[in-house]
């Protein structure tokens, strides 16, 4: 978390600075903190999102802050401008180190609702994307010899929430993904982890899905009575970002304030 002044409120890791870093759905939510973190730590990042205004507002404040930040709008579901956008990300700021796989959406939708076409968006803008933007930085990575790819996963995939199959089928397979891809990839330095947020009080979060209802789910399914928030889950993207996790690949790390 940055306080008022701009300074870290917690902590700063050396590792962290100047190395590359890409965040994918960085714009708003967990994605935005995720970007304003790294930069507070001097890494150089890139981050792209569908909402291109909100985007580049973002990357212009954090510019004019002192960070190296560069943002590309993109739509994740296109495989191909993805693979582009965060190549040109990579050329523009080095190799990545840090790849985050952030971008998602979990609008709401019955069992009814999946038509086939719309099962496969529901696959390509939760999970397929992933696996790509992964592969693609996978040979930066293996270079150095080392790299740290992070993988956002979610709650849903074990609670019991509804009107969200085909979110929750996505969230589910990204713990499978980042197993086999830990198992692959381990040998050339590369450590892969899944980061399973709770229901985190994003803005979005707050003005569309926290009603009284859901508030009471909350406070009778978490041990610990405060909220989670977006720094919460930032606090742990960056220490498995950063060298003080070398040893620490495969796992699913949890902040749920107590829920599973």
Same mark, same amino acid.
């Given at each position: 978390? $940055? ?17 590359? =870093? &890409?965040?994918?759905? @960085?714009?708003? !939510?967990?994605?935005?903190?995720? =970007?304003?973190? +790294?930069?507070?730590?001097? *890494?150089? #990042?890139? +981050?792209? %999102? ?12 954090? !510019? ?11 739509? &994740?579901?296109d #495989? @191909? ?12 700021? @080095?190799?990545?180190? &840090?790849? =985050? ?10 069992i009814? /609702? ?5 099962? /496969? ?15 693609? $930085? ?6 150095k010899?080392? @790299? ?5 996963g ?5 609670? %019991? ?33 899944? &980061?399973?947020p ?37 606090r ?6 950063? %060298?003080? *996790? ?7 790390? =949890? ?6």
């Amino acid at each position: 978390m $940055v306080d008022a002044s701009g300074a870290l409120a917690f902590a700063r890791y050396p590792s962290l600075a100047g190395r590359t =870093v &890409v965040v994918t759905g @960085g714009a708003s !939510g967990l994605g935005e903190e995720f =970007v304003r973190q +790294f930069a507070a730590q001097r *890494s150089r #990042v890139g +981050f792209i %999102d569908i909402d291109a205004a909100r985007g580049a507002a973002l990357a212009a404040e954090l !510019g004019g802050l002192g960070g190296d930040v560069l943002f590309r709008a993109c739509d &994740v579901r296109d #495989v @191909g401008e993805l693979q582009g956008v965060i190549s040109g990300l990579a050329e523009a700021l @080095g190799p990545v180190d &840090v790849l =985050v796989n952030n971008a998602a959406n979990d609008k709401r939708h019955t069992i009814d /609702d999946l038509d086939p076409a719309y099962w /496969d968006d529901r696959m390509a803008v939760n999970l397929r994307h992933q696996f790509f933007a992964s592969r693609l $930085v996978a040979p930066m990575m293996r270079a150095k010899g080392r @790299g740290s790819i992070i993988n956002l996963g979610s709650i849903s995939a074990h609670i %019991d929430l509804v009107e969200l199959v085909g979110y929750i089928t996505a969230k589910a397979g990204i713990e499978g993904m980042t197993r086999a891809m830990a198992r692959e990839l381990g040998p050339d330095g590369i450590r892969v982890n899944c &980061v399973i947020p709770g229901w985190v009080m994003t803005e979005r979060q707050l003005q569309q899905e926290v009603t009284p209802e859901a508030e009471a789910h909350i406070e009778q399914s978490q041990c610990l009575p405060d909220r989670v928030y977006p720094a919460d889950v930032a606090r742990i993207v960056l220490w498995l970002a950063a %060298d003080d *996790s070398s040893m620490c690949t495969a796992q699913n790390w =949890v902040v749920d304030g107590g829920w599973l």
